[in-house]
């Protein structure tokens, strides 16, 4: 686990799955989704998810690496093959760093997550899926 993950402080609903890995976490509880990686810990409640879509890259591709600067930060991504990766369309998010708690509207996060977690956020936030 990375030593620069912000501790969780506060996990609404039961603990459900825990699943770390150098450069980012994802903790399911009955009631949340909390997306970690270093020095920021995305908060998402499971009633507000709206989507969860797999996402590929396109066959033959190079992994990709993505970086934005905004007025409250800067994020930086990286997607690259092996693991599934998911489009979480959200209501919104609160992102805990360490400048403080901020509360984002909607948006979406592409995630590597793997099965058991998403069946379990999918069963907890009352998410059908599509054929």
Same mark, same amino acid.
């Given at each position: #686990?990375? /030593?620069?993950? !912000?501790? =969780?402080?506060?996990? &609404?609903?039961d603990?459900?799955?825990?699943?770390?890995?150098?450069?980012?976490?994802?903790t399911?509880?009955?009631?949340?989704?909390?997306?970690?990686?270093?020095?920021?810990?995305?908060?998402? #409640?499971? /009633?507000?998810? !709206?989507? =969860?879509?797999?996402? &590929?890259?396109?066959a033959?591709?190079?992994?990709?690496?993505?970086s934005?600067?905004?007025s409250?930060?800067?994020?930086?991504?990286?997607?690259?093959?092996?693991?599934?990766?998911?489009?979480?369309?959200?209501?919104?998010?609160?992102?805990?760093?360490?400048?403080?708690?901020?509360?984002l509207?909607?948006?979406?996060?592409?995630?590597?997550?793997?099965h058991?977690?998403?069946?379990?956020?999918?069963?907890?936030?009352?998410?059908?899926?599509?054929?």
């Amino acid at each position: #686990m990375n /030593e620069n993950f !912000i501790k =969780i402080k506060a996990l &609404e609903g039961d603990l459900k799955l825990s699943h770390k890995k150098r450069d980012f976490g994802l903790t399911v509880s009955t009631k949340e989704l909390i997306f970690q990686k270093p020095h920021a810990n995305y908060h998402i #409640m499971l /009633e507000d998810i !709206i989507s =969860i879509t797999p996402f &590929e890259l396109p066959a033959g591709s190079r992994p990709v690496r993505l970086s934005t600067s905004k007025s409250v930060g800067s994020e930086t991504a990286n997607i690259q093959s092996g693991m599934q990766h998911y489009r979480v369309y959200v209501r919104e998010a609160v992102l805990h760093n360490r400048s403080g708690i901020f509360k984002l509207g909607s948006s979406q996060f592409i995630l590597p997550i793997l099965h058991d977690l998403v069946i379990t956020i999918s069963k907890y936030g009352g998410l059908e899926p599509i054929s």
